[in-house]
DNA sequence: GCCAAATAATTCAACCACTAAACAATTTCG
DNA sequence: CGAAATTGTTTAGTGGTTGAATTATTTGGC
């Protein structure tokens, strides 16, 4: 119940815009002040909050405390790994990035090992970076173009030619690593997480990234739809013409066939309408309202958009009641980075006693 | 914090196969012994639980309690319309269907507040019967082939022909349901819902029903996935032929086309190989390892497996990682009443200090 | 310039719900 | 018949929340 209530007023503040006072807290989550005091007191003396001086002034009565989180508490490590580039970043826990490093080099001659031991690097640099600036690097998470399975396993990433590479046990290998919390995720997941913390309206879209391959990051209310085995969003293998062109995924007339960057780069002319047969389909299915173009669609946004919105308007079935909202993602090639580093704070935020736990030990 | 654990209790009382005492209750959820018998004393009185005098006796030690769910206490109306019949029902905690009215009739001449006043008088006999049986009619459920808007509003029901029907008002203009809570919901849905209570094991797949319409009810994680609007699942939409044959929606190609009842009662070769390209859709984009065919595709079952399959196989990207399982529903013309019922008892079930809190008022 | 009103935050007693441990009840087994 | 086992209750203690009173610090009227 503490924990819940940590939580709750946690997220208040950092959902709040301004600097809420213990007050406003209260008021904000019903609890009572005396409560609220409690808890916040937890919070600055664990270094998840911070006391700022100057107040907003208004009217007569006891100037208030501002609250906000620390710019020097907790941090996340987002990786990626990527076709023609490696990246590393981290962000605090009011979401700045606070270290970024890129690397841009053809990743498919390299051996899988070579790769991540490369980015390996890369993380080290930024880890060492951002503890001399005060940040504790809470755990890292791995944005990759591919399938994972549980524990950091990577099935398959067929544009690196990757197949079940222990992502987490290579980067472990880097001593300045070897105690981190590292996850794995799909590149889309991550990337639709990150747009969610920087679009802040609404709770759910679909996300579509289009890149060699075409990925989608699900949220629904607030939360990523990984699917039962982590392999939900796969919209580049969704078919569009039944019996259109064969795809080495073995199907035919998979939407990357006509909407994958290769497709895109040789002009495809049907390119808008097979992206928004998918997206009705999604649509029709999920009732999702909104839809982010993401990756190497954000740029071409305006050029799609007309294309994908009349199929919208044919194929969906309420599209008469209320229309789909189409828009370009906010984060450009950095989204899955940063959508990474983000689930690491994400999972600060929503669990601040584990992590006071988990520091006060840290101290013994 | 005690309706969480309430909650709880009656969840794992409800979830066991046999009839647990409450030291196996405290075993089950990790609550102390103390603290479930304060809690299972509660729902006793509160009329949720009853003790069951046989335990079965097994070695030494004072002999337990056995608890098991009231079959006399609140229940649940579910309510359905369709093109062709009219049908009410009350299931009882347990899950135990109590009453049962059908009616055969076309409703497609009969206007809206005809339809649901014949509806109602059904809903009113077996409220009536079922609460001379001793039950409780904590609420009903309706459900529609069509659209929901919130509050019992029906969009649109194209089969009934239906437009912007207050359903919950015209329910309560029936005396005998005038004090009842109503909700309505779309008939794939509910259905969906039904075929969670009996399978029991799938926490996660996608129901599918076929009837004039093709409708489909999400489940995820055990919960239905209703949508931002409550217009997901429209599935008989979903293009599998970009370029095929018009329906009446405006669009071309729909499923609904070539595997909706009109297509397959005119022997539609391409009705599996359709399904299959909308499902292997669903799969790809949601990673629903279940799929449940309902309505009119369950007593054909047989006969549609492999076609599905077959594009399954083919267009599912990690079909070769884990198959995809098929099942016929198990609920017949009845899940979706079945469901609507159970959606009612759910509520309770999920929030018994509600009802606790709720029925004690009634008697002051 | 001072006091009243207003607002922010803390302190403190009471309470609720859970836990742990002792205890009572009732059986089986040797 | 008594020891062991098992269920369920009682009792004392604890963590966390609430509500009321208290303290702190400002504005504004006179």
Do not use: K
């Not at 173009?145 to 990757?162: D, F, I, K, T």
């Not at 060699?212 to 990051?217: K, P, T």
């Not at 909407?259 to 928004?276: F, I």
């Amino acid at each position: 119940m503490r924990a819940h209530n940590l939580a709750l007023v946690l997220q208040t503040v950092a959902n709040s815009t301004n600097q809420p006072s213990r007050a406003a807290v209260s008021a904000a989550t019903g609890l009572t002040r005396a409560t609220v005091s409690a808890l916040v007191d937890d919070l600055v003396s664990g270094g998840l909050l911070v006391e700022v001086d100057p107040p907003p002034r208004t009217g007569a009565g006891r100037p208030a405390v501002g609250l906000t989180l620390t710019s020097t508490g907790p941090a996340g490590l987002g990786l990626e790994i990527n076709v023609d580039y490696l990246a590393a970043c981290v962000v605090d826990l009011t979401g700045a990035v606070r270290q970024r490093f890129v690397e841009h080099a053809d990743q498919r001659p390299a051996d899988p090992a070579q790769a991540l031991a490369a980015l390996g690097a890369l993380a080290a640099r930024a880890r060492l970076a951002a503890e001399a600036d005060g940040l504790i690097v809470a755990g890292a998470a791995l944005a990759v173009p591919g399938l994972v399975a549980g524990r950091g396993l990577v099935r398959v990433a067929p544009n690196l030619g990757w197949q079940d590479i222990d992502a987490v046990a290579e980067l472990h290998r880097v001593p300045e690593l070897a105690d981190l919390p590292v996850t794995v995720d799909n590149e889309a997941n991550l990337a639709a997480l990150g747009e969610l913390r920087v679009t802040g309206g609404d709770p759910t879209f679909l996300y579509i990234s289009g890149e060699i391959g075409i990925g989608a990051g699900l949220v629904l209310d607030g939360e990523l739809y990984r699917g039962v085995r982590g392999w939900s969003g796969e919209i580049g293998h969704v078919t569009v013409y039944p019996d259109g062109r064969p795809c080495r995924c073995g199907s035919r007339g998979c939407l990357e066939q006509y909407a994958g960057q290769e497709a895109l780069e040789s002009g495809e002319p049907l390119a808008a309408a097979a992206l928004g047969i998918a997206l009705s389909a999604v649509v029709n299915l999920l009732d999702v309202p909104v839809i982010v173009l993401g990756g190497a669609y954000a740029p071409i946004f305006e050029r799609l958009r007309e294309g994908i919105e009349a199929e919208l308007r044919q194929r969906v079935l309420t599209s008469g009641l209320a229309p789909v909202a189409l828009r370009p993602a906010a984060l450009g090639a950095d989204a899955a980075m940063r959508g990474a580093a983000d689930a690491i704070i994400r999972a600060v935020r929503e669990d601040p006693a584990g992590w006071l736990r988990r520091s006060s030990q840290r101290y013994v």
